[in-house]
């Protein structure tokens, strides 16, 4: 049996395609029409798809959309009507688009598959699943566990902000709902738009920015904008928000409150800002940890599962790992809006379907270490970099690794791109910039001279999973790059009495550990532990590092610039490594350096995207 799933219309649109139980492909729109977060119709990835299956879309048995476009409609509609007449300015213009987008849907979803295929039966093959349900699905069957709790937690779905599933063998009951508008997606999406980022893709900025600030407003958001109960239930004070009825998320109120305006995004952040950010991620910690303790007291399941875009708070999760109420839990790569379309095909196969889900594997998932997505033969690359003119050589995989790991021990940035992209937002040793964690510039040179993003921001370490608990607190799999932990307490550099007294974006450049590039500063690392059975040429680059330096270390950070999508293709990543500052470039068996390449190829792309 094969199912494609697919979301789109709100943002990350993307597809995928199981066979059977079997993840064939899954992919996300925007890394083919290089738009960030692109939320159009998915025919990109569908393409994608169908080729990685070598079939046409009349031989997909089911085609699933990852939400109720009528329920949806029913919300912005009933929102509005229990606000009015506040926002009717804004209803006005929006309902047009409303009306196209969700009341029919259907219709524009049939159009825009009669693209691929005139003769498909829809009444029989067009499926609809709840929002939730697609999150869920995506987080519990393709996870290693026979039963768990999952956890659902995002913006807003059809009405449901916050979820609770329980999920046996190929069953899953949704047992538990918040609705609309109290959401902690939301909640944290008004400190995102308040500190000067952008809504749906900088809050990950925010918690970045948390350790720089000190947790000063988090009673007063625990008490004015929130109120929590024992079980972490919780209700928004809408008094202080307006994103029910304007195109903004904070009102005059809420500005009052905590005493300025939002910034805008060219000011510059301030301790302010910095305390902000550390109050709303504690603030969310204690409200995410009050959930996960009352659900486990409640149900007595020993496995959690997460999804939903909050699931991608990787420091909350490294705190629900170490409460240790839960003796494993699972998280979805791909936990935002792009994984509802596995989900959705999910709800198909299982749910609609009640098709037999084989025992999983306690120790192994089902989504292949993440790499779903394209991947380009050895002549399609060598052809690629020939149109671009790029200069190259072509050597063996043990020449590679090892002249990889000469390059990032000498300090050198290296462009890595190799096998099937990820799906989800991390970058997992597929579509990669790499460098030396040892290297004490490093992190200070990728986001200025790379990445061409703020200072702040820190950057993940991929260590071989063998070595992780050598060198962070962690000993747990995490190759999905979603827990956080500290670097262990041997590897720490402690601050002297004069660093200690330094405020915000004046503690960056302190080395704190013998790896200073990934080693954030309150001591955090948001680690990838990398395995052999899921990407052996990645295992054997760091593997070839630490026998070189003795470290199983690598600093690891999506390839792209900010703003711009993670790479797809060869073309992309060589565009991309002639507008930065990459020192090396590693496509599949193809080895290239900078200053061999023409300087007529040189790209600007210090203003080729958007501010993200």
């Not at 990820?422 to 510039?441: M, Q, V, Y």
Request: net charge neutral; with cysteine.
């Amino acid at each position: 049996m094969k199912i494609l799933g697919i979301s789109a219309f709100y943002h990350d649109s993307a597809a995928a395609l199981i066979e059977n139980e079997k993840i064939i492909a899954a992919a996300q729109e925007e890394r083919f029409t290089r738009k960030k977060h692109d939320s159009n119709f998915p025919t990109h990835a569908i393409h994608y798809c169908l080729e990685e299956a070598h079939i046409e879309l009349q031989d997909i048995d089911y085609i699933v959309f990852y939400d109720k476009p009528y329920l949806k409609f029913e919300r912005l509609l009933e929102t509005y009507l229990a606000f009015a007449p506040r926002g009717f300015k804004s209803f006005s213009k929006a309902i047009p688009i409303w009306i196209k987008e969700k009341l029919f849907q259907k219709k524009l979803l049939k159009d825009e598959f009669k693209k691929f295929s005139k003769d498909l039966n829809w009444n029989q093959k067009l499926l609809f699943a709840e929002h939730h349900q697609s999150h869920a699905a995506s987080a519990f069957f393709p996870s290693p566990f026979e039963e768990a709790i999952i956890l659902t937690m995002d913006g807003v779905g059809e009405w449901a902000t916050t979820s609770v599933a329980i999920g046996k063998k190929n069953s899953l009951e949704v047992v538990k709902e918040l609705h609309f508008p109290h959401s902690l997606g939301l909640l944290y999406s008004a400190f995102t738009y308040y500190t000067g980022f952008k809504v749906n893709s900088g809050e990950y900025k925010v918690m970045g920015l948390a350790p720089y600030g000190n947790s000063i407003f988090k009673d007063l958001i625990l008490e004015k904008l929130v109120h929590v109960k024992q079980d972490g239930t919780f209700r928004l004070n809408m008094d202080y928000f307006d994103y029910c009825t304007d195109l903004r998320m904070t009102n005059n109120k809420f500005h009052k409150l905590f005493g300025t305006t939002p910034r805008k995004s060219d000011e510059p952040l301030t301790q302010r800002h910095m305390d902000l950010a550390a109050s709303i991620q504690a603030a969310i910690e204690e409200i995410i940890l009050k959930m996960t303790q009352s659900l486990y007291n409640e149900y007595k399941i020993e496995n959690l599962c997460l999804a939903g875009g909050v699931a991608l708070n990787c420091v909350a999760n490294g705190k629900i790992l170490r409460d240790q109420k839960f003796k494993n839990i699972w998280i979805q790569p791909a936990a935002g809006d792009a994984g509802g379309a596995l989900g959705a095909a999910y709800c198909c196969y299982y749910l609609y379907k009640n098709q037999p889900r084989s025992t999983p594997h306690i120790k192994k998932d089902k989504m292949q270490g993440g790499y779903l997505g394209p991947q380009f033969p050895q002549n399609q690359v060598e052809n690629d970099l020939k149109e671009a003119h790029a200069k190259y050589i072509t050597l063996n995989e043990d020449e590679i690794i090892d002249q990889t790991a000469q390059a990032l021990q000498e300090g050198k940035a290296v462009g890595w791109f190799q096998g099937r992209m990820e799906f989800g937002p991390r970058a997992l040793g597929n579509r990669s910039i790499l460098g030396d964690a040892r290297n004490k510039t490093m992190q200070k040179n990728l986001n200025l001279k790379v990445k061409f993003r703020e200072s702040f921001r820190p950057f993940a370490p991929s260590v071989i999973r063998e070595e992780v608990s050598n060198w962070f607190e962690l000993d747990y799999d995490s190759p999905y790059m979603l827990l956080v932990d500290s670097v262990k307490n041997e590897k720490q550099l402690p601050m002297s009495e004069e660093q200690k007294k330094l405020f915000g974006i004046e503690k960056l450049n302190i080395h704190r550990s013998e790896i200073p590039a990934i080693t954030h500063i309150d001591y955090s690392a948001r680690i990838q532990t990398v395995h052999q059975d899921t990407n052996p040429r990645y295992h054997k680059l760091i593997s070839k590092f630490k026998e070189k330096t003795g470290c199983p270390v690598l600093v690891n950070t999506s390839f792209n610039v900010r703003g711009e999508p993670i790479v797809c293709t060869p073309k992309d990543a060589f565009r991309c490594f002639m507008g930065t500052d990459l020192d090396i470039l590693v496509v599949e068996n193809c080895f290239l350096k900078k200053e061999e390449q023409s300087l007529s190829l040189k790209e600007d792309y210090k203003h080729k995207f958007e501010l993200d």
